[in-house]
T-cell receptor
Framework: GQNIDQPTEMTATEGAIVQINCTYQ??????LFWYQQHAGEAPTFLSY????GLEEKGRFSSFLSRSKGYSYLLLKELQMKDSASYLC???????????FGAGTRLFVKA | NAGVTQTPKFRVLKTGQSMTLLCAQD?????MYWYRQDPGMGLRLIHY???????AKGEVPDGYNVSRLKKQNFLLGLESAAPSQTSVYFC????????????FGPGTRLTVL
């Protein structure tokens, strides 16, 4: 079947580094996405990985291991505004559908 | 560019009533999607469209219908609302498959009493 697992909640301190893990199962594989969603708002795109390895974009990095069905989102120099839900999503092959995880709620404390 | 817009933003219905949610995008995107988001669950795909005049069922299509008469608009209809359809509904669009991310509308909060 198709499934995405990620932790429900995480807490980290302002200025620190946090890693949010995601494991996925899809029918084939055509990309792994991370989205950020603040409470009451729409998801917004953070990153996309289709090949193994690390993609860095400012304070945010995303890693993918296709053989392990595993990805993580790394947030550096945490800021209070990073408190949000982070959605892991995977797209299988042969279709137009993206499977979303339930999201990880990140709380950044001072 | 307004991006993806949704109307209405909030709505309360009684069981059995009908309504239509409108999604519009001004980015000339081919693909459009309707999702629902419930607490503790990921975004679940209701219906999607890969182009004007085409629609297809997603993961949870029962109780919903859609139409894509114009490329920029994607309508989601509830013919006879049920309390189980209380949710936040998001519309999204994307230019093409592959690496292009989905752009989401602001959402519609629907309560069915």
């Amino acid at each position: 079947g198709q499934n995405i697992d990620q932790p429900t909640e995480m807490t980290a301190t302002e200025g620190a580094i946090v890693q949010i893990n995601c494991t996925y199962q899809t029918s084939g594989f055509n990309g792994l996405f991370w989205y950020q969603q603040h409470a009451g708002e729409a998801p917004t795109f953070l990153s996309y990985n289709v090949l193994d390895g690390l993609e860095e974009k400012g304070r945010f990095s995303s890693f993918l291991s296709r053989s392990k069905g595993y990805s993580y989102l790394l947030l550096k120099e945490l800021q209070m505004k990073d408190s949000a839900s982070y959605l892991c999503a995977a797209r299988g092959t042969g279709g137009f559908k993206t499977i979303f995880g339930a999201g990880t709620r990140l709380f950044v404390k001072a | 560019n307004a991006g993806v817009t949704q109307t209405p933003k909030f709505r309360v219905l009684k069981t059995g009533q009908s309504m239509t949610l409108l999604c519009a995008q001004d980015m000339n995107h081919e693909y459009m999607y309707w999702y629902r988001q419930d607490p503790g669950m990921g975004l679940r795909l209701i219906h999607y469209s890969v182009g004007e005049g085409t629609t297809a069922k997603g993961e949870v299509p029962d109780g919903y219908n859609v139409s894509r008469l114009k490329k920029q608009n994607f309508l989601l209809g509830l013919e006879s609302a049920a309390p189980s359809q209380t949710s936040v509904y998001f519309c999204a669009s994307t230019h093409r498959l592959g690496g292009d991310e989905q752009f989401f509308g602001p959402g519609t909060r629907l309560t069915v009493l």
